[in-house]
């Protein structure tokens, strides 16, 4: 069997989304031995063996949180020194862009970024991404020692498995581990509702909104929705809103029952993000817009115009949020 | 103080890319070739950092000869100098040999700092800045939507999912920026003028010191085995707004349960 090494991060005390996903993939590929680098990581063992991880290396020092990448780097590439996995599988988040980043340049590994999937092929293995907006989708084979994948978040859907405990191995930081960038202090910015990548509803804008303040419709609308607002490239590069929100190649991927994409145009980077919606509607004033050929409902219309219509219509049916 | 920016030709991102069928190389000859829109924000970052003092840019390039359009454009906002590292054994390098090139190149030019987009429009693997840190066992403090340079030190506010981490380190440092960090400046023409006789150093490996099976496809290990047209969703009904817009969604809405 391969050994298939997975980078496994926590959200808060518990098992990520994304690792639970990337854990349920790892174990239709091999082996999966899960690397947790996290003061906390001594209570996420037992549900990394839930979701498939047979043994799971933890290592518990601060370091891991105070800096950034440096010492999780050097302490994977460590145990990536020792046992020689056949892959190493990264969720496509913050950090582990950064680690495998770091990791592989240390040891010499290839790297695929935004993998959707991965297979076993010809007795290595190939993963799949999507390229130019989500119009192509490639399969590249990896071949070198321990090949690196980062999968995007949503690719998989994570299901448990029916594994025993997992048996535990402590990892020590390398003493000569650079520490590098020191972090100060963490600002959480107030928020209410869901999250982008676990909300059920999107709400997203684009330039048709016409001006950031306008951003409050949408953050309304979601409300009474119970859902989140994204936005596309054009108005995060225009410093209305924070890189966070941004739905598309460059930026979340998301798969809601719903997503409302007001004043986006749809251009394919946009699209590739949200096009795995269950259902699409969109308001955009041209009536040419590309995101009119993929939604389910288009309304030709100011989003100015029809948001708070839309708010004040769901008010007067007694959604209240 | 010196501060490098890395910037990339790319195809125009609102045209659809292509891959040439046998090689599964970028076609690079059709559509107009532009300046990574992300580049844009470091190169802005760079020179605000540098300000009007000694303080020099110099912007960093790998990519087929035409690629010195892009390094002209950067000396027009304000870039003092350029290197553009090009070479047919280049073709089909991978995140990593790619950092390998950047990095020797870095290293040559001896910035305090390097600055690099999050990622590129195109390739969006996102992994070359990080990995050109580690080569050069600088820290690396990526995604920043504020940066500012102190003393030695140089400190970011990092995106993070539910807001932002301060983070801080040491110079010299890589820095990736995201888009909307700052206001990118327009070349003037006295920019565009004057970029015309600005210094560009085109040095080849050999002159970096590169091992050729290192870099390009020799030196990368993935190859593209299969590219295939990606399945488009139908669309459905599309509806003038008279008026009733707002009404027929909610309706939608309704239908599907969402409310």
């Known amino acids: ?321 | 103080m010196k501060i490098a920016v890395l910037v990339k030709q790319i195809p125009d991102p609102s045209g659809v890319g292509k891959l040439d069928p046998t090689t599964h190389l970028l076609v690079r000859d059709q559509g107009e070739l532009v300046l990574d829109p992300g580049d844009s924000y470091g190169i802005e970052a760079a020179l605000e950092i540098a300000g009007a003092g000694e303080n020099q840019v110099v912007a960093i390039s790998m990519g087929p000869e035409g690629a010195v359009d892009v390094i002209r454009k950067a000396m027009a906002m304000g870039a003092a100098e350029g290197v553009l590292i090009s070479d047919e054994r280049l073709r089909g390098s991978d995140a990593l040999a790619t950092a390998r090139v950047l990095a020797a190149a870095v290293k040559k030019a001896e910035p305090d700092l390097l600055i690099a987009c999050t990622e590129s429009t195109d390739g969006y693997t996102g992994i070359v800045p990080a990995a050109i840190a580690e080569l050069l066992g600088w820290p690396s403090l990526t995604f920043a939507k504020h940066l500012e340079v102190t003393g030695s030190k140089v400190q970011i506010h990092r995106q993070t999912p539910e807001g932002h981490d301060v983070v801080e380190a040491d110079l010299p440092a890589v820095v990736t920026v995201t888009g909307g960090i700052n206001e990118p400046r327009y070349p003037t023409l006295k920019g565009i003028v004057a970029s015309r006789s600005r210094p560009l150093e085109q040095p080849s490996l050999e002159d970096l010191g590169i091992d050729p099976a290192t870099v390009g496809a020799a030196g990368s290990a993935q190859k593209i085995v299969k590219v295939e047209p990606a399945a488009q969703r139908e669309g459905g009904e599309v509806i003038e707004d008279d008026g009733s817009g707002a009404q027929r969604i909610a309706d939608y809405l309704a239908e599907l349960k969402v409310i």
């Open chain 1, 1 to 321: 069997m391969a050994r298939i090494f997975v980078f496994t991060e926590l959200s808060g005390s518990e098992l990520s989304p994304v690792s639970q996903e990337v854990l349920t993939k790892a174990r239709q590929l091999g082996d999966v031995e899960a690397v947790i680098l996290d003061p906390q990581a001594a209570g996420a063992t037992a549900a990394a063996g839930q979701f498939g991880a047979q043994t799971v290396y933890i290592g518990a020092d601060k370091a891991y949180r105070e800096f950034v990448a440096q010492p999780a780097a050097a302490a994977l590439a460590d145990l990536v020194e020792q046992h020689h996995p056949d892959l190493i599988l990264f969720g496509a988040t913050y950090d582990a862009r950064d680690i495998c980043a770091r990791a592989s340049a240390k040891l010499g590994l290839t790297v695929v970024a935004n993998a959707t999937d991965v297979e076993a092929q010809g007795g290595g293995f190939a993963a799949a991404s999507s390229i130019f907006g989500g119009t192509q989708n490639v399969l590249t084979e990896l071949s070198g020692p321990s090949p690196c994948v980062l999968m995007r978040p949503k690719s998989v859907t994570a299901e448990p498995a029916s594994g025993g405990p997992p048996k535990v191995v402590e990892v020590a930081l390398p003493e000569s581990a650079p520490r590098g960038a020191r972090r100060l202090d963490s600002v959480v910015a107030p928020a209410s509702g869901p999250t982008l990548e676990e909300a059920r509803v999107v709400v997203s804008g684009g330039r048709g909104l016409q001006d950031p303040a306008n951003f409050e419709l949408l953050e309304k609308l979601a409300a009474l929705l119970h859902g989140a607002v994204g936005a596309s490239r054009a108005v995060v590069d225009a410093g209305w809103v924070p890189y966070a929100r941004q739905v598309g190649q460059t930026g979340k991927t998301v798969k809601p029952d719903l997503y409302l994409a007001c004043g986006i145009s749809g251009a394919m980077q946009h699209t590739v993000g949200m096009k795995g919606a269950k259902h699409i509607v969109a308001i955009n004033r041209d009536r040419d817009a590309p995101i009119f050929k993929i939604c389910d409902l288009g309304v030709v219309g100011d989003a100015l115009k029809v948001l708070p219509a839309l708010i004040a219509e769901l008010e007067s049916r007694g959604v209240s949020g």
